[in-house]
C-alpha cells in the first residue's frame, strides 16, 4: 500500500460537476488499493473575485485581513469535496491550514512554510478517513492565518508529502504534464517523461506556470516523487519530476521557458565606492523583493550603472527604494523598463556540453533579436529582452536545439 498525496488545481475543482470528478478519481485511488491524502486550491476565480471584493474596501487592503480573506476559497473547496465524498460512502474529513499544523514565517501574502505537524492527518489515515487538506494557508507563531502567495498549494501538497513521507505527490492540474516550451507558443512540443528537480526548478522559476517553484524546493530537499498529471484525461500519462539519472545527462537542452512578468531598474551614474551596491539590495530585500539579473558596468570616471531586474508586481516597490537612494547618492537617473521578457534554455546536460551558449546567442542573433541582460547557471542560460521578441525567440531556440524531435 502506497500514501500518495493529491493535489487538484483550482481549475480542476472550477464547478460542481468537477468537485464531483475528483471525488471519482479519489475513490479510484482507494480502491487500487494506497491511501490518499487530498490538497485541494480554492475553485477557479475565487480567489480573483476574493480579491476585487477586498479592493472595493480598500486600495491597499491590509495584508494580514486580506490573508483570512482569501483563506476562505479553499476552505470552501475542501468542504465541498469531502461532502461529495461522504455522499459516495468514503468517510472523509476536511482539515484547513491551522488544523493541519502548517507553520509558516510572519510575511503575510507570501508566508514561506517553516514546518508540518500534520498530527490530524495521521489521525485520519488512521481511521481510514481521506484527508482532504487546504492548500494555500498556514498559521504563524502567533496564529494569524497566512498564505503562500500564487500556486501556494502546490507547496502545501508537496510540504505534506515530505511531512506525511508519502510514497509520491501528484499534482493534477489543466495540463497533462511538462513540455519542452509552452505549446501555445510551439504547437510541436514535446511532453516530457521525465525531468530533474533542478531542471524543474529552473524552469518553474524562468516562467513556465506547471508547478510553483518552492514545491520544487520541497520535493529536491525531501526526495519527493512529484507527478505532473491532468486532471480531465483518464490517460495515466503526465511527467515525473524526479533526482537526475544518466540518461537526462545525455540530453543537452531539455526545455525553454520564458517571463514576460519582469521589469528592469538601472540606475544611472553611480558613485563606485564600497558600499552602494549593499545599499540598494539591502533595501529592496527588506521591502520582501526578490531581485532576479544584476549588471554592473565598468566603472568611468569614477561612476557606474548598475542595472537589475524584478517582478514586474514588485517594480512600483523597489523604484521607491532605487529613486530615494539615486537622491541620498547623487546618481544621475533611474529609469524603469517593463515591456521587456526573459527567455531561458535549461538542461543538466548543459554541464557536460560545450557551444550551447555559443548556439543561443548565433541563433537570436539570426532572428535580429538584441540582448539587453545575459544570466547564466550550470545548467540554464537567460537573456533578457524586447518583449516583443519573445514568441519569436521562444520559436527560433526550440528548433535550434531540436527540442520537437524529443524520443
Avoid: W
Amino acid at each position: 500500500m502506497a500514501l500518495i498525496v493529491q493535489k487538484y488545481g483550482g481549475s480542476s475543482v472550477g464547478t460542481p460537476e468537477r468537485i464531483q470528478a475528483v471525488a471519482e478519481r479519489v475513490i479510484r485511488t482507494r480502491k487500487e488499493g494506497d491511501e490518499v491524502v487530498v490538497v485541494l486550491s480554492a475553485m477557479s476565480g475565487e480567489t480573483d473575485r476574493l480579491l476585487a471584493l477586498a479592493h472595493t474596501m480598500s486600495a491597499t487592503p491590509d495584508e494580514r485581513e486580506l490573508d483570512l480573506l482569501l483563506s476562505t476559497g479553499e476552505r470552501v473547496a475542501i468542504a465541498l469535496l469531502a461532502m461529495a465524498l461522504k455522499a459516495r460512502g468514503y468517510p472523509a474529513r476536511s482539515l484547513t491550514g491551522r488544523q493541519v499544523g502548517i507553520v509558516t514565517d510572519d510575511v503575510h501574502t507570501r508566508a514561506r512554510i517553516e514546518r508540518v505537524a500534520a498530527d490530524r492527518v495521521r489521525e485520519a489515515l488512521a481511521e481510514g478517513v481521506i484527508p482532504v487538506v487546504a492548500g494555500f494557508q498556514g498559521i504563524n507563531e502567533k496564529s494569524d492565518v497566512t498564505t503562500l502567495g500564487r500556486g501556494g498549494s502546490d507547496t502545501t501538497a508537496v510540504a505534506l508529502a515530505a511531512a506525511l513521507k508519502a510514497d509520491r505527490c501528484d499534482i493534477y492540474t489543466d495540463v497533462d504534464g511538462v513540455y519542452t516550451t509552452d505549446p501555445n507558443i510551439v504547437p510541436t512540443a514535446a511532453r516530457l517523461e521525465k525531468i530533474s528537480y533542478e531542471e524543474m526548478l529552473e524552469m518553474a522559476s524562468l516562467g513556465a506556470k506547471v508547478l510553483q517553484t518552492r514545491s520544487v524546493e520541497f520535493a529536491m530537499n525531501y526526495h519527493v516523487p512529484v507527478r505532473v498529471l491532468s486532471s480531465f484525461s483518464e490517460a495515466p500519462t503526465g511527467t515525473l519530476v524526479t533526482k537526475e539519472d544518466r540518461e537526462m545527462e545525455q540530453v543537452v537542452v531539455s526545455g525553454v521557458a520564458y517571463d514576460r512578468n519582469q521589469a528592469k531598474i538601472t540606475l544611472l551614474g553611480v558613485p563606485d565606492r564600497p558600499g552602494i551596491a549593499a545599499r540598494l539590495f539591502g533595501g529592496i530585500a527588506r521591502e520582501n523583493v526578490v531581485v532576479d539579473m544584476i549588471i554592473q558596468n565598468i566603472s568611468q570616471e569614477g561612476l557606474t550603472d548598475i542595472s537589475f531586474t524584478v517582478p514586474r508586481v514588485d517594480a512600483k516597490k523597489a523604484m521607491n527604494v532605487v529613486s530615494e537612494l539615486a537622491r541620498e547618492i547623487g546618481a544621475n537617473d533611474v529609469q524603469l523598463t517593463d515591456d521587456i521578457a526573459k527567455v531561458s534554455i535549461v538542461g543538466v546536460g548543459m554541464r557536460s556540453h560545450s557551444g550551447v551558449a555559443a548556439t543561443m546567442f548565433e541563433t537570436l542573433a539570426r532572428e535580429g533579436i538584441n540582448i539587453m541582460m545575459i544570466s547564466t547557471s550550470e545548467i540554464k542560460i537567460s537573456c533578457v529582452m524586447d518583449a516583443k521578441y519573445t514568441e519569436l525567440a521562444v520559436r527560433a531556440l526550440h528548433d535550434a536545439f531540436n527540442l520537437g524531435n524529443r524520443p
